[in-house]
């Protein structure tokens, strides 16, 4: 009986501290893929963390064409959103990237390589987690950005719309002699990093849930909406 109510009581914990959110991707307005995004609260090294999964993957009209299907797995620090590990596994026609972090001696760096993720840093899952669970007066108007090896400025350009928060980044690459982690990253990395490309994260003002995602690459727009 009483394991019973341990057992309630850890469900309930873990509904409360667990959330989920999925978005439909369209280009032009054509459905294109589905996005899956979810957050846990969790224990990383005996600290309070939580687990950022993001799950992509082609709609079955777009699979016949360009097959997608792609996971990033991101722990932060709940306190600081200090990243303590990443991992990613994304294929597509031709290409297929598997990476993982180690985190030794306080430091997370990439297996099998001497690149770092340093402290203070977010990554685009992270920061998308920081603009949602961040107060529109406390987001900073500029963080550092990391994204396999590679080092940015984010500019953050704030705006408020009706019932939402809409925030503009600008990626900025801070040395362009460093080499990425891998040559050939996955076609949504690639496209969010690319130069010159528009990116825009809505959230509403009441729930913080983030409603949509769009970017734009020269004539090419796609947008992520929460259903």
């Not at 294109?32 to 999964?53: G, P, Q, R, T, Y």
């Not at 993982?100 to 899952?125: A, L, M």
Request: aromatic share 14%; net charge positive.
């Amino acid at each position: 009986m009483e394991m019973k109510k341990i057992l309630i009581i850890l469900f309930i914990n873990f509904y409360l501290c667990s959330e989920q959110m999925d978005f439909n991707v369209s280009m032009y307005g054509l459905p294109m893929a589905n996005v899956s995004i979810e957050f846990n609260d969790i224990l990383f090294d005996n600290k309070n963390a939580v687990k950022l999964s993001f799950d992509t993957y082609t709609n079955k009209i777009t699979s016949k064409i360009f097959n997608v299907d792609n996971s990033y797995i991101t722990v932060i620090d709940k306190k600081n959103y200090n990243i303590f590990s990443f991992e990613k596994k994304t294929t597509q026609p031709g290409l297929t990237n598997i990476i993982k972090t180690n985190f030794e001696n306080d430091q997370v760096k990439y297996h099998n390589s001497e690149y770092i993720i340093p402290k203070n840093y977010f990554n685009i899952f992270s920061l998308l987690y920081y603009l949602s669970k961040t107060s529109y007066d406390q987001v900073k108007e500029k963080v550092k950005l990391e994204r396999e090896g590679l080092i940015y400025d984010c500019i953050i350009k704030k705006a408020i719309k009706d019932t939402n928060y809409i925030y503009n980044l600008e990626f900025i690459k801070v040395d362009n002699q460093i080499a990425p982690l891998i040559e050939h990253t996955d076609i949504f990395t690639w496209a969010i990093f690319k130069d010159n490309s528009k990116k825009s994260i809505i959230i509403n003002k009441d729930s913080k849930n983030i409603i949509s995602c769009e970017f734009k690459i020269g004539l090419t727009s796609l947008r992520a909406k929460k259903y």
